[in-house]
């Protein structure tokens, strides 16, 4: 602790921090640009500006930048005085000389950091009247605009882009007042994070292309807490609507988990929501693919009468929330019930969750990811199936430069000291997979096989952790010495393989670790937002046997609730299962194949029209919130099948309320602690109303409806939620999970954030949301290592083995259907080895046919794969489902046509 | 007291003085003769029916910006954005709730491209309120209204079809960021 004197005032603050941060923690108004907490001082701006005094006697001083000076005991500061806020209103007026002023036409208007800064420092009027040099723009793909005429030179977005998330293609060019900040020639923005330029930009070069497509100012929005549904890290997130339709995602910090950033599928992923595709009414099969609509009431009766008929099975989904597989779950007892997962899937999230469970290791938070020291990955993508990971992953590799830092004494915040210290000094990270992906750049040693051989490593490197035999391969060798000597080794591994064998591994370094005297962490991947609540739920039947069950004609009625039973399961079993059954009723929110095949359809609410609770891969339990009221007849599918339920008869199910659900969901096994998650509908903040969803400013509320009605209609009054549908009420000082936007009198962007943290960069102000479930510590045992099947790996002639490959935008169901998303995906392809792909004369660009798929796969050759095994990417047209296991013939299809890459469209210039 | 008496007179003789209130909408000369219908003169900042203007180049003026939505103390605008294929924000729709505005024009005030404007017509009642919604169709003229030169894109930089980066007013033409020129 150092006290400083800022403007004749003490202040107590931390020695480790510099003068900004200690500045704006203490609450003070210091205008800044290119300092981030998570990115440091580069004072590249000059904006920080502030006289230090030398002791109390000195009424000169000296300039200095706030963000460049540390906050050393007994520091003394103005930043008031007269000369530091004219230094700081010209280097305003400097930064605007160049500046189109169009904010009327900038996305970033309203939310924007040069606005908020230009107020603050009181420049109001121009006094420059030469020309303003002017840019180019360019084409940056799906996701980004960019107008470069904006810029202030601050920064920000390479030291994010490049340094921060270890892009490559975006650069900085240019001299003096020329400075560029772009690609070298237009093209897609390749980092799996360039959306968040969007808020890591101060002012509006970088926004977000499918919001300003109908684009709303942030004053206009409508916003509530969320969770990402994209994958198992469970990122928070604000989502946003007006005009009942979903217009962005935005980060919502969260201390231990997604801090500042966000991945693309996340942040773009959410288009569904508006899509054409959605499922408004009830609806009753007549023929194929026709339904008529029912009415509400009718639509129920037929569920009910079904319902009391009983013989039902219910298949719950991983990407539905707790509350709605509780209440299938619920509905039809848990002998009837199944998680969704398909049945691999489901052993893998089981082997995880008793793993953890046996393991006294951690489940690491992604800011433990970040402290730890030294890294194995193993089998596991997880740039593709868990992308915020790799993100911590990277900086966990970076750390070992605030480290070496730390032993010299340069600040940690000195970006440019610290990474030049450090001389590209990295923490180990060793990373065994099938393919190479997107963080091979930073690891200390690559390892590429297949599967089992990859499984085969993990026990490898267990074995030589306990004791070295000398003859071990290089990388298991260099592996286990980094894992040994580190203070806080971490091990990541998954379930993208489908490969049993590799989750024991991992378990087997963990423990390994353990009885050499370390505290490893241990972070396993499942694929979806809510696999681990399925996982924990479980249910009596895994996806084989229900579909078996329902094939052989014993059960009369199949629930299935948000889920694509034709992504679970081989496509014959699936449509000899739903074939068969008398009645197939559905809930989901979009069409899928496995709804057109449905008897009755019902439309389930998403994520963004509905409250609910998700469980992350640290079985953190975490409220998302419903943003806008669903259209037409959708609700959440708990509700529906609550009511069905309750006209058969039932009195389990009597729930009205979310929180009525949320009551049995804590009575079930493993689920106390999701009451604790986030307070009930019932609180009230400091005014004594619901913290609304509406900003202060929110405008057009008597013109909005108008065309409709004249009569504003009374504001509908939000009963599920602690939030309201209004502008009415404080948002501040509620619990963190309650936080629907951040915006702060004279912070208007989103650098308001640190106004709701409990210190800059820290905690969030009363508490990092969401419950963890499960307590890690010596809870049954570790698993043993299975014995694995051994398979003859495969040839052009006996056919190939196929090994599931995950991307990041495509192989997920529910991103891969919001239009930036697709735009930004391939087409469904598969990898081979350099000599199969000449056995098979096929090149690059050509197309594979297989029979067994029913599809046909792009060509893509990469050497790092095995000869005999072929990647397939799974999620995709023709791979949703799980890959057939045993030899899989190929063919060169002569008359496949590569779909023309959206991507080598250069847009116009300007 | 004198000052009192000059009062008295001043105010004595405004018994005599032609009435500043016009008698509206129609005034008899005299009580025998037929009503004739009467306008008063209003200044051209009156503040009465709103409309859209265009630029001088025929456009719409509106960027769907939001600033009169916002400033409007009993909220009766609302608008969507949306844009030409070469990037010029224009309004998806744009409605305004008369039975709810009061004709304050905090909006003309705000609006940074003189395309929203208060006009000098106050004959606007209906017997049916919903006859008070006016869309963008009722609101957009076919003219520049009170500020005849003024052209918002001209000044912004973004490039609109017409005008490229450098061509706006003061600007420059664009860098080549890869010269290495001091
Ligand atoms: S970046 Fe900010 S200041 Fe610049 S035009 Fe956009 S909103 Fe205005
Ligand atoms: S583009 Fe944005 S983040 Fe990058 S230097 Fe310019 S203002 Fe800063
Ligand atoms: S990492 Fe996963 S949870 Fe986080 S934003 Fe990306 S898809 Fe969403
Ligand atoms: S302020 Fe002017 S330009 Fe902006 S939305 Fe209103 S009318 Fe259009
Ligand atoms: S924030 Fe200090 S110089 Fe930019």
Redesign the pocket.
């Known amino acids: 602790m150092a006290t400083i004197v800022v403007d004749g005032v003490e202040f107590e603050v931390d020695e480790g921090q510099n003068l900004l941060h200690a500045c704006l923690s203490q609450g003070l108004e210091l205008p800044y640009f290119c300092w981030h907490p998570s990115l440091g001082s580069v004072g590249a701006c000059r904006q920080c500006a502030v006289i230090q005094y030398a002791d109390a006697d000195d009424t000169r001083g000296r300039l200095t930048m706030a963000c460049m000076t540390p906050a050393k005991d007994g520091t003394r500061i103005s930043i008031q005085t007269e000369t530091a806020k004219q230094f700081r209103a010209s280097v305003i007026e400097w930064l605007m000389e160049n500046h189109p002023h169009d904010c ?1 036409v900038c996305e970033e208007g309203g939310e924007c950091h040069l606005q908020d800064m230009t107020v603050m420092t009181g420049h109001t009027q121009r006094r420059y009247r030469g020309r303003k040099r002017t840019f180019e723009n360019q084409y940056l793909g799906p996701f980004l605009n960019h107008e470069m005429n904006r810029c202030i030179t601050c920064y920000r977005c390479v030291r994010f882009y490049n340094d921060y998330a270890g892009g490559t293609d975006l650069q900085v060019f240019g001299s003096r007042d020329r400075m560029y900040f772009g690609r070298t020639t237009d093209g897609v923005l390749e980092n799996e994070f360039s959306g968040n330029l969007i808020e890591v930009c101060p002012t509006g070069v970088f926004t977000d292309k499918p919001f300003s497509e109908s684009y709303t100012r942030k004053w206009d929005l409508s916003s509530a807490p969320s969770i990402c549904a994209g994958c198992a890290v469970g990122c928070n997130t604000f989502v946003s609507e007006r005009y009942g339709r979903l217009k962005r995602v935005h980060n919502r910090y969260h201390g231990e988990l997604n801090g500042y950033f966000l991945c693309d599928r996340g942040r773009f992923g959410a288009g569904f929501v508006n899509s054409t595709d959605r499922i408004e009414h009830v609806g009753e099969r007549v023929e194929d693919d026709f339904f008529d609509v029912l009415d509400v009431e009718v639509g129920i009766a037929k569920l009910a009468e079904m319902i009391r008929q009983g013989d039902v099975v219910g298949i719950g989904s991983p990407r539905a929330s707790l509350e709605t597989n509780v209440a299938l779950k619920t509905l039809v007892g848990e002998a009837q019930f199944c998680t969704g997962m398909s049945s691999a899937e489901e052993s893998l999230v089981d082997l995880i969750i008793q793993t953890q469970r046996a393991t006294s290791a951690d489940i690491p938070s992604l800011s433990d990811v970040e402290s730890a020291d030294a890294v194995l990955i193993l089998g596991e993508d997880v740039l593709n199936t868990a992308p915020r990971v790799a993100l911590a992953l990277r900086q966990t590799v970076r750390n070992r430069a605030l480290n070496l830092a730390g032993e010299a004494g340069i600040p940690q915040w000195q970006d440019a000291g610290v990474s030049s210290h450090a001389q590209g000094r990295l923490n180990p990270l060793f990373i065994a997979s099938v393919l190479p992906s997107g963080i091979d750049d930073i690891a200390a040693d690559l390892l590429h096989d297949v599967p089992l051989n990859l499984a085969d490593c993990g026990f490898a490197i267990a074995a030589c952790i306990g004791e070295a035999t000398g003859s071990e391969p290089d990388f298991v060798r260099k592996a286990a010495a980094a894992l040994r000597s580190a203070q806080n080794p971490l091990i990541v591994s998954g379930t993208s393989t489908r490969t049993r064998a590799i989750v024991e591994a991992a378990g087997a370094v963990v423990a390994a670790l353990e009885s050499a005297g370390k505290v490893p962490r241990l972070l396993l991947v499942a694929p979806e937002a809510n696999s681990f609540g399925s996982g924990l739920i479980g249910g009596g039947l895994d996806m084989n046997t229900a579909l078996q069950r329902v094939a052989s004609g014993s059960t009369k009625t199949l629930i299935v609730a948000e889920n694509d039973i034709f992504r679970r399961a081989e496509r014959e079993r699936v449509e000899q299962a739903l074939c068969t059954v008398e009645n197939l009723v559905v809930l989901d929110s979009l069409d899928t194949p496995t709804a057109s095949l449905a008897g009755l359809v019902f439309p389930a609410a998403t994520f963004a029209e509905s409250t609910g609770t998700f469980v992350n891969y640290e079985t953190r339990a975490q409220r998302f919130y419903c943003v806008f009221e669903p259209r037409h007849e959708i609700a959440p599918s708990w509700r529906w099948l609550a009511q069905a339920a309750t006209d058969a008869g039932r009195d389990d199910l009597g729930w009205t309320h979310v929180d009525d659900v949320l009551e049995a969901v804590a009575a079930s096994p493993n689920m106390a602690g999701v009451r604790a998650v986030a307070p009930d509908a019932g609180y009230l903040g400091s005014s004594l109303c619901k913290t609304p969803r509406e900003t202060p400013r929110f405008s057009g509320r008597t013109a909005m409806n108008a065309n409709v009605n004249i009569h504003e209609p009374k504001t509908s009054v939000d009963e599920e939620t602690p939030l309201s549908f209004s502008m009415e009420g404080l948002n501040r000082d509620q619990p963190s999970a309650l936080l629907p936007f951040v915006w702060a009198p004279g912070w208007n962007s989103n650098q308001s954030v640190f106004k709701f943290q409990q210190e800059v960069g820290g905690a969030a102000a009363g508490g990092d949301p969401g419950v963890r479930l499960l307590a890690s510590g010596s809870i049954g045992t570790m698993p043993a290592r299975s014995a694995s099947v051994r398979s003859d790996r495969g040839g052009v002639d006996t056919g190939f083995r196929l090994i599931p490959v995950q991307a990041i935008f495509g192989s997920d169901e529910l991103s891969s259907r919001s239009p930036p998303v697709v735009e930004r995906s391939s087409a469904a392809f598969m990898i081979f080895s350099p000599m199969d792909a000449e056995r098979l004369g096929a090149t690059q660009g050509m197309g594979v046919s297989c029979s067994v798929l029913g599809a046909t796969f792009a060509v893509t050759v990469d050497a790092a794969m095995k000869s005999g095994y072929v990647g397939v990417s799974v999620g995709f047209t023709g791979a949703e489902g799980e890959l057939p296991d045993g030899l899989i013939g190929l063919a060169v299809d002569p008359n496949y046509r590569p779909t023309p890459n959206p991507h080598d469209r250069v847009i116009a210039r300007g | 007291m004198i000052s009192q008496l000059v009062s008295l007179w001043k105010v004595f003789l405004h018994l005599f003085a032609s009435n500043e209130t016009v008698q509206y909408p129609s005034k008899k000369k005299w009580w025998w003769s037929k009503p004739t219908k009467v306008m008063p003169y209003l200044a051209p900042r009156y503040r009465g029916r709103i409309i ?1 203007t265009r630029d001088p180049d025929g456009e719409e003026r ?8 916002v400033v409007c103390p009993v909220d009766c605008i609302a ?1 969507q954005k949306t844009e030409d294929e070469n990037g010029r924000w224009y ?1 998806e729709f744009f409605r305004i709730n008369f039975s709810r505005c009061i004709m304050c024009g905090m ?1 003309e005030e ?4 003189y ?2 404007q208060l006009t000098p017509d106050f004959e606007i009642c209906e017997y049916d309120r919903n006859n008070l919604v006016y869309e963008k169709e009722h609101l957009l003229i076919n003219g520049v209204g009170k500020y005849p030169d003024y052209s918002f894109w001209q000044v912004a930089g973004k490039t609109i079809f017409g005008k490229n980066k450098g061509e706006a007013q003061n600007e420059s033409p664009p860098e080549d960021v890869r010269s290495l020129l001091p």
């Open positions: 009327p | 859209l509106c960027v769907a910006c939001n600033l009169c939505a608008l309004p909006c705000a609006c940074p491209t395309a929203i």
